[in-house]
């Protein structure tokens, strides 16, 4: 039964109950799932409310092969997505119905697996890979002891703190940062978590040979099979529709909420929300203020802040909502901020550069990571197809900037600041592909994206500061995404949103299995091996 609330019936709750679900993100769309598949509550008695246009929160997808796509950024998979597995067990391939969303990305990735053999280059266009990825004893031994402090002791506490000056000019902490994007100010207790979580992950971090990817982009992998699956159930799904407030019963002991004020095309609405209804909210995003550049402008400053606003009012009334203001607000830029670009591109010199530098097939390469960069520039050569109707002979690339806030080397500005021409001249440079420069910039369109939050989750932490997925005395509302506090799991994954979704419908209801537990490597000999080799052997 719900926290604090006089048990229902089962057939007078699936009579009555309406599910209201906040934000259309994959969090969002997971809990519908859930609550159709764990809770047997009817895909009719169900509506999304997304304030964009489009579904998928950050997993989003724009442009064209003629304009320059547009992928603001993407995420790396593990085998031990348990959560995001299981729901995509369920969903039937758009390519082939017959196998499921999950059983497609296995076959891809056991196809084209990655088989990085640069992931790291200097200035001079050498890879940098070396004996134990540069790590010494006491490194080592940081490690561990990071790994077996208790979280309850991380609080507010910086990742700097616990190595030394060194161990951040690693190959190791640069392939890390790269890959999962920490930076040294960040918060230690995420860190523990990761090391904790992907220990098995070490040996691989220079090639990524057992770090999955999808198909196709992310938005059509995963995003567009789960909204089809839901709209055949009858889901309703408002987009354009920001929900502005929610408003409780008077309650000093109980969480109910009784309304849901939205705003659609102009036009306000309130819906009544019944104590036998059930709403999710989403408390941010990590695309929050997004912003898109293209060849000739930068991408433009966004400062909305609508993806927290309600988060930010539940907070201001009650504590048991955490606080909003450690991962969002113009002081958490300088330190979550990155800016991504997407490279389209009909010339085969860019490609065939690449291939040749790093030695690898176009897609299967993953990161190329160009250390000597002021801005710590990665990008990969995505897969072909990475877009359904991408044209034969178009390719496209994906990157990033770890330190955008630094000036360029070449462009002599912050990354934020400059457009999709600049960014991709920065990168050919860096490359030393300066002989082919005209030629690629003439056949090639890059589209910058601002991405002011998308680091936040990394920020330094206090345990109260994200709240639970169903917060104490909640009888009715729950929380899902990146800002809600689950034990143990990572967040920055797709395996975070759909965890907290399957928890918060798992505590209001009681109904359906328990989410299953969280991955924890330093349990598994297995992964303790591995990661020792990287010590003793590598």
């Excluded at 918060?187 to 691989?204: H, K, Q, S, V």
């Excluded at 992310?218 to 099979?225: H, T, V």
Aim: glycine share 10%.
């Amino acid at each position: 039964s719900r926290r604090g609330s006089k048990p229902a019936s089962p057939a007078d709750r699936s009579r009555a109950m309406k599910a209201h679900i906040v934000g259309g993100g994959f969090g969002g769309l997971a809990a519908a799932f859930y609550l159709i598949r764990n809770a047997g509550v009817s895909g009719e008695d169900i509506t999304i409310y997304e304030a964009d246009e489009q579904l998928g929160g950050a997993f989003s997808l724009g442009g064209t092969a003629e304009s320059g796509y547009v992928l603001p950024c993407g995420a790396v998979f593990d085998k031990e997505f348990r959560c995001t597995f299981d729901l995509l067990a369920a969903i039937p391939s758009r390519a082939d119905p017959a196998i499921s969303v999950r059983d497609e990305f296995f076959a891809f990735n056991a196809r084209y697996p990655f088989r990085d053999r640069a992931h790291i280059i200097d200035r001079d266009g050498h890879i940098v890979h070396g004996p134990h990825f540069g790590l010494g004893l006491r490194d080592g031994f940081d490690l561990i002891k990071l790994s077996l402090t208790p979280e309850a002791m991380l609080d507010g506490r910086r990742i700097e703190e616990f190595f030394s000056p060194k161990f951040f000019s690693t190959e190791f902490w640069l392939l890390w940062s790269t890959i999962m994007g920490s930076l040294p100010q960040h918060g230690a207790a995420e860190f523990r978590r990761y090391i904790n979580r992907t220990i098995a992950l070490f040996p691989d971090l220079s090639d990524m040979t057992h770090i999955l990817r999808t198909q196709l982009n992310q938005y059509q992998a995963f995003i567009e099979p789960l909204a089809d699956w839901l709209r055949q159930r009858g889901v309703k799904m408002l987009t354009g529709a920001l929900v502005r407030d929610i408003g409780f019963v008077a309650s000093r002991e109980h969480i109910t909420v009784d309304r849901l004020d939205y705003q659609r095309a102009g036009a306000a609405s309130s819906v009544a929300v019944g104590a036998e209804d059930i709403v999710l909210v989403t408390t941010g995003s990590q695309a929050a203020d997004l912003s898109v550049g293209s060849m000739t402008e930068a991408p433009g400053p966004q400062t909305s802040g609508r993806s927290w606003e309600l988060w930010k009012r539940l907070a201001h009334a009650r504590t048991e909502f955490g606080s909003p203001d450690t991962f969002f607000g113009a002081a958490r830029i300088p330190d979550s901020r990155w800016v991504s670009f997407t490279v389209t591109t009909r010339g085969p010199e860019l490609i065939d550069l690449l291939s040749a530098l790093t030695s690898s097939e176009p897609g299967s390469g993953g990161l190329v990571t160009l250390k000597d960069s002021s801005w710590v520039l990665s990008l990969s050569i995505l897969h072909r197809p990475e877009v359904i109707g991408q044209p034969s002979g178009t390719n496209v690339l994906w990157g990033y900037g770890l330190y955008p806030e630094r000036n360029g080397d070449f462009a002599r500005k912050r990354m934020a600041e400059c457009t999709g021409a600049e960014i991709l001249q920065e990168v050919l440079r860096h490359l030393r592909f300066d002989r082919q420069l005209d030629a690629i910039m003439a056949s090639s369109i890059c589209i910058p994206c601002d991405l002011p939050y998308v680091n936040n989750i990394w920020l330094p932490r206090r345990r109260i500061d994200r709240p639970r997925p169903v917060p104490t005395g909640s009888t009715n509302l729950g929380l899902l995404g990146q800002y809600v506090e689950v034990s143990r799991e990572v967040a920055f994954t797709i395996e975070y949103s759909a965890r907290t979704a399957w928890e918060a419908i798992h505590l209001l209801l009681g109904r359906g299995p328990a989410p299953p537990p969280v991955y924890q490597g330093q349990y598994d000999p297995k992964a303790l091996f591995s990661a020792l080799k990287v010590f003793l052997f590598q």
